[in-house]
């Protein structure tokens, strides 16, 4: 299969190279040709599968110079039991007949981002190998909490890479911080941002596009990619969970076959929600899908207008993995909603570079409504989320599976649509003690890593063993840059 940039489809890759790319030197993202389509029968072939052999059979219809006996493997290694601390991956919770939670944080960095960064290593080092590449790859990662980490943790001290993270300076939560700038491996790199998420992915995809630091960093030896989900091989293996997800409720007699089931996921930067896109174009059968947003709300006002404005305010939130109001995988879904009409993509992210606004067509604008609910959720409503599911489920979650809770909440009652549903658990609630604590109304210990042994002897929920393990950890990394500073700092990493 053939992948093409969203600005100009006339430029056509293999899958090896645009995973080994990141991001189109035109700026576009690298999008494939065709969707594969699924059945009935591919269906019931997963439901008795692991999560390993579901995600090589999905992955083996997108990536055509791999083989599914290699993904098998790079499944096997990415999500066995030395990473994950369930046999399931990416479990399926029941709150009630009608309501489902898919846990996506059982990962080494306790967050979903491990479901495509413990992949996308073995992908990019294979990429490397097929292309018959001699350089070396350096990955510039912009997080806005946890990409960072989990793909330092996938990265770190694989042969033929360096990495190098930007994070906003003040913008992540105390453990977030804490995890990346305790990052083992001789080939990581992390580095504090003043500004705000927007400000280091924009500064990274300035970068990409700077044909003189591309020219400088091939004279050492070195091409850029990206770990960031602008990366079709950070997007791919997320579609695999919303499927696996499905197969779960089949298998577990909670849906029959042909079902429909709406996801409801807490989403920044859109990756995550287009991957249920994805899944759904192949066939799988979902009902609506519900993008939950926090204060930062563009893309509840974009769903529901067909405006993408991010000339607002930014807001800092307890889901900071959400503050952000430039969502790059947007422009994957327009691309596919436009026909593929990559003149239609380059107008539109013209202007939202030139005027931070763009108003899309009204064929699009009635696609959206057709396929998307958007809502928002502030912070008081937040608090009250976790609040909720804890005393009257006993299950606790962390705030931004709590902003999926809260606007799943509100599309029922907004709609009366009671159809099975599934919203989307991020990241472990111990990420974010002192929100999580606060919410259920306990006093958090002033130390955000004895928060976690407050939270566990509290609620008796196990703490995850890497985020335990934090204390007493060495600080390594204490770089901080202006935004205008981050070619700089990539540019030394690399000497």
Known sequence: MKYYSTRDVSLRYDAADAIKMGLSRDGGLLTPCQIPQIGRA?????????????????MSLYLTDYTEAELKSF????YGPDKFDTAAVAPVRKVDDRTYCLELW??????FKDMALQMLPQLLSAALRKTGEDKTVCILVATSGDTGKAAMEGFADVPQTKIMVFYPKDGVSAIQELQMVTQDGANV?????????DDAQTGVKRIFSDEAIRAKLADRGFFLSSANSINWGRILPQVVYYISAYCDLLRDGKIAMGDKVNFCVPTGNFGDILAAYYAERMGLPVGKLICASNRNDVLTDFLRTGVYDR???????????????????????????????????REYMAALSKDGRYEVSEEIKGKLKELYWGGFCDEEGT??????????????????TAVAANVMEQYRVATGDDTVTVFVST???????????????????ENSLDRIGQMQELTGVPAPKRLA???????????????AGMDDVVLDFLK
């Not at 059982?106 to 967050?111: F, R």
């Not at 111990?430 to 109304?441: E, N, P, Q, R």
Request: one cysteine or more.
């Open 42 to 58: 591919f269906l019931e072939s997963l439901v008795p599968a692991s999560y390993q052999e579901r995600a090589a059979k999905i």
């Open 75 to 78: 499944a096997d290694n990415a």
């Open 106 to 111: 059982h990962g080494p960095t306790s967050a």
């Open 189 to 197: 790199g992390v580095c504090a941002v003043v500004g705000n998420f």
């Open 311 to 345: 000339n607002r305010p930014f807001h800092t939130t307890m889901s900071p993995s959400m503050d952000i109001l430039i969502s790059s995988n947007l422009e994957r879904l327009l691309f596919d909603l436009s026909g593929e009409n990559d003149a239609e993509i």
């Open 383 to 400: 608090a009250a989320s976790i609040a909720k599911y804890y005393k009257e489920y006993g299950y606790l979650i962390d705030t931004h």
């Open 427 to 445: 990241a472990s609630p111990y990420k974010f003690g002192d929100s999580v604590l606060t919410a259920i109304g306990e006093t958090p210990a």
């Open 469 to 483: 393990a934090l204390k007493g950890k060495a600080r390594r990394f204490d770089l901080t840059c202006e935004k």
